[in-house]
């Protein structure tokens, strides 16, 4: 069993920073994994927005969604199980429901709220 929860979410200026957190536990090792963010706006379907890809023995691919790139980053901190999603310039297109996702496992997060306002 493999339980994801996220927090940091919030409500942000335009122009403002967050950092998203997952903490992993159960039976998944962080380390091993393929981990993902997913956002999804309201009316919208539930998009990826970064996926952290295992490409070797602690080597990592990072992937983005187009809007996001430059301005999103995913990382992990192995010896805690979690992974992060620190977000720069956000936009209001940016609000939304942010979802941590383990694919083998095909396990969701509850998610975390954003809102980017002014």
């Known amino acids: 069993q493999v339980q994801l929860v996220e927090s940091g979410g919030g409500v942000v200026q335009p122009g403002g920073s967050l950092r998203l957190s997952c903490l992993a536990s159960?039976?998944?090792?962080?380390?091993?994994?393929?981990m993902e963010w997913y956002r999804q706006a309201p009316g919208q379907q539930r998009e990826m927005v970064a996926s952290?890809?295992?490409?070797?023995?602690?080597?990592?691919?990072?992937t983005y969604a187009s809007d996001v790139k430059g301005r999103f980053t995913i990382s992990r901190d192995n010896s805690k199980n979690m992974v992060y999603l620190q977000m720069k310039n956000l936009k209001r297109e940016d609000t939304g429901v942010y979802y941590c996702?383990?694919?083998?496992?095909?396990?969701w997060g509850q998610g975390t709220q954003v809102t980017v306002a002014s």
């Open positions: 996702y383990a694919p083998s496992y095909d396990a």
């Open positions: 159960g039976s998944i090792i962080v380390r091993y994994q393929t």
């Open positions: 952290s890809t295992v490409g070797g023995v602690s080597n990592y691919a990072s």
